[in-house]
């Protein structure tokens, strides 16, 4: 298969390519139809493979043909408006002599990758010097290596959490607290169907890579597997600080309840006197000018005598 002239016949596609030797890294950004017709015409790509590439949403996958294999992955991308971790699919066809990948563009770590090994004729030999395989290792290492920095920012939020939590009560600490969980559990979501691909990967011989999936592609199972049993850890945290913040939650409720019922029975002989004498009826004293004075010092004595009682029994 050649791939001389596509510099040339690509002028109106979404498509870039960095050639070394006889291996090509073709890029395509954004795919549509055009770009789709091109690939089917250049490479022969299967039909199903290619609806996929356009297709909305794709399950992580590796489909393996002949004289090349076909990915659909998932790598996680964290959205600042809604804080929450979003995935990004990448679509990659690997042949003996080429990489094709496919995506949105809104993954920066591949797109960088791609522009510095267009300027850097160093990173090319680097790169696409030992086959194909190893170029599509890299490229996949990069995006896992991206996944790291995501998740480091999820494990400071949930310790900086952790101290909000036992430190000060706010309702925004409840909703920090649900956003971050969702946000975990979308990571998860993106995470666990990768580990199934790079698990298939290395347990896969691919002749036309030459590559080592055990070393290779084992470590990018790794790399997952490490990042899954981390989302794990930080679920099960977020979970146990869900917990505790119910539980001082309600020592916080409870609290407020002794403290206004405390109140009430303090002033209960205040309002008990001030009902009585609040009728319209006849009662003792009613017309005697001291009475009012006797009364109002006997229901503060026996409020402060109330409030005593119920410090000392530390009931307020």
């Known amino acids: 298969m050649t791939l001389a002239g596509l510099s040339e016949q690509n002028v109106k596609l979404n498509i870039e390519v960095v050639t070394h030797g006889s291996i090509s890294w073709i890029n395509v950004q954004r795919p549509g139809l055009a770009e789709m017709q091109y690939l089917k015409e250049r490479f022969n790509f299967h039909q199903l493979s290619l609806d996929d590439c356009l297709s909305v949403v794709q399950m992580p996958k590796m489909d393996e043909f002949d004289d090349h294999i076909f990915l659909v992955l998932h790598f996680p991308r964290f959205n600042k408006e809604s804080r929450i971790t979003q995935a990004n699919e990448v679509d990659v066809f690997a042949g003996s002599n080429y990489i094709v990948t496919l995506h949105d563009g809104n993954l920066r770590p591949l797109t960088k990758l791609f522009q510095d090994c267009q300027l850097s004729k160093d990173l ?43 430190e000060t009560w706010d309702q925004q600490i409840v909703r920090d607290m649900a956003l971050l969980r969702h946000d975990i559990l979308s990571y998860r979501r993106i995470v666990r169907p990768q580990i199934e691909v790079l698990e298939a990967m290395e347990a896969k011989r691919f002749p036309f890579l030459r590559l080592n999936p055990d070393i290779y592609f084992g470590d990018l199972a790794d790399h997952m597997r490490r990042i899954w049993s981390e989302l794990e850890d930080q679920k099960e945290m977020v979970e146990g600080l869900y917990d505790s913040q119910g539980s001082l939650a309600n020592l916080h409720t409870n609290d407020i309840t002794r403290i206004l019922t405390g109140l009430a029975i303090v002033a209960l002989p205040i309002l008990l006197i001030a009902s009585l004498y609040g009728m319209n009826v006849d009662l003792p004293l009613a017309d005697q000018g001291w009475a009012f004075w006797v009364l109002l010092y006997g229901t503060l004595v026996m409020s402060v005598g109330l409030l005593v009682f119920l410090r000392i029994r530390r009931w307020l």
């Open 124 to 166: 090319q030999a680097s790169m696409m010097g030992q086959g194909s395989g190893y170029l599509l290792y890299r490229i996949l290492d990069t995006l896992v290596d991206y996944c790291f920095p995501i998740l480091n920012k999820i494990i400071d939020n949930v310790n900086l959490l952790e101290e909000q939590v036992f």
